[in-house]
């Protein structure tokens, strides 16, 4: 990745506000037209929104892109279209027992809700600010009852697949445990045990840290130096005696490779912990023996994932394919040095997870503050490529926002518009969202502040 120290956020703030002005369009078109009972937009087909049927995970980043598209831009109407919305759709979420993807439809609607009322940009009409305490309660207590104990110290939020399988997702929906800790709640279990959900979300980080992460430490044959960093997307144990057993993937093309919005969610997911966790006061922590082995793990995660990422995951602009080691980039001679190419013939590019990448970069390089203007920049730089028109959708035909985006490679649900051709040119709702957050942070940052999840 050829990295440009000389971008600032200021240079890209008109771009981040064009991309809310397009987002505020799009999303009053699509809501227009979307109806409840076709289930959640997931991925485009020659542009046009389609659902998927797996689970339900992308649902909440719809009304949550009306939401960052007015609090970017301004447009009030916006508002009040993601209440309705959340009021009538999304409670059915709060208390699903059977995905690890809380953080994800909750944290987006609920809790951008909460943030916007909060900092007083939005009135609290009819109670909404205690109805999104108490769902955020809920979905936390909720998520936290998913859990694989492997040891004394060691424990993970499960993933649909079943108690035997961790996902490296769950790093970036582990922050729905975080907000419902700080407001004051926690899970009651059998005999009215009481359970922590910052241990448990202190302790899923951990785990996820040492199992969904390689450190070039030689855990495996594949576990080199040159390749520190990368991630897998699951990792699989034995729940009855809590042993590892091997890594695996769903969504990746090997056990072996890296995934890379697998790679992305690692690099957001653990700088958002470190940013939340050091902003406790003392009396939430000082009794938590794992808190500075938790902020430790964490910052060696952060720092190795988005190392990788910048020296081994992309192509020269910053822009990455969907997995490092997918078998078509042997033939696409030297891709790292040469800008990403969306439509090429051997593999193709996932910007939704850059666009991930990018805020986990901007992240850690504001946590290290003069010691990380090397990953600021390197967020930058992947900034301006995806607010340009190649992957910035300007066309009101189609109804994404962000292109070229990859749902699930192994089982080709991703549309190909060009035979002969790999799949792009379409969108996925959960790219559009996090392109729309990660114009929000640049916003701020251009005008002197900052913007987390728990504000």
């Not at 897998?232 to 969504?251: D, L």
């Not at 192994?410 to 959960?430: F, I, Q, R, T, Y």
């Amino acid at each position: 990745m050829q990295i440009h120290s000389s971008i600032r956020a200021t240079d890209l703030k008109a771009k981040a506000l064009t991309t809310a002005e397009l987002a505020a369009n799009k999303t009053q078109a699509l809501l227009r037209r979307w109806k409840s009972e076709d289930g959640a937009p997931v991925i485009t087909v020659n542009g046009k929104y389609t659902s998927r049927s797996w689970t339900n995970w992308t649902h909440g980043f719809l009304f949550g892109n009306a939401l960052l598209a007015f609090e970017i831009g301004g447009d009030a109407s916006l508002v009040g279209l993601a209440r309705e919305h959340i009021r009538h759709e999304m409670p059915v979420h709060l208390t699903h027992t059977g995905v690890h993807d809380h953080g994800f439809n909750c944290v987006s609607t609920y809790g951008n809700l909460r943030r916007l009322i909060r900092s007083n940009r939005i009135a609290d009409d009819s109670g909404d600010l205690a109805a999104c305490e108490m769902a955020l309660k809920v979905s936390g207590a909720v998520q936290a009852n998913r859990w694989t104990q492997l040891s004394n110290d060691a424990g993970y939020i499960y993933s649909f697949n079943g108690s035997h399988s961790l996902f490296v997702d769950t790093f970036r929906t582990l922050r729905i445990c975080g907000l419902s800790h700080v407001l004051g709640h926690l899970l009651s279990g059998e005999q009215d045990k009481r359970i922590d959900l910052l241990d448990r979300m202190t302790t899923h980080a951990r785990t996820s840290a040492r199992y969904n992460i390689y450190y070039g430490e030689q855990r495996d044959s594949y576990d080199l130096p040159e390749d520190r960093g990368r991630t897998v997307h699951e990792a699989i144990f034995n729940p009855a005696s809590g042993a590892f057993r091997c890594p695996s993937t769903q969504q990746g093309y090997s056990p072996f490779t890296t995934w890379t919005r697998g790679l992305a969610w690692a690099m957001l997911g653990t700088t958002e912990q470190i940013e939340f966790l050091e902003s406790l006061p003392e009396d939430q922590w000082k009794n938590h023996s794992a808190y500075q082995e938790t902020l430790d793990a964490l910052y060696k995660a952060a720092h190795a994932t988005c190392d990788f990422y910048i020296g081994c995951a992309t192509a020269r602009d910053g822009i990455c394919y969907w997995d490092t080691g997918a078998p078509g980039l042997a033939s696409f001679l030297e891709w790292r040095d040469r800008d990403a190419e969306p439509q090429n013939r051997f593999e193709p590019v996932d910007a939704s997870a850059s666009a991930i990448a990018a805020q986990g970069l901007l992240r850690l390089g504001h946590l290290l503050g003069e010691a990380g203007v090397h990953y600021t920049s390197a967020g930058l730089t992947v900034a301006q490529t995806l607010f340009e028109p190649r992957y910035l959708s300007g066309s009101a035909e189609h109804e994404g926002l962000l292109l070229h985006s990859i749902y699930h490679r192994p089982n080709g649900w991703d549309h190909v518009p060009v035979p002969g051709l790999a799949p792009h040119g379409e969108s996925s709702m959960w790219g559009d969202y996090h392109l729309l957050e990660l114009a929000l942070l640049i916003t701020r940052i251009a005008d002197g502040s900052y913007y987390t999840f728990f504000e």
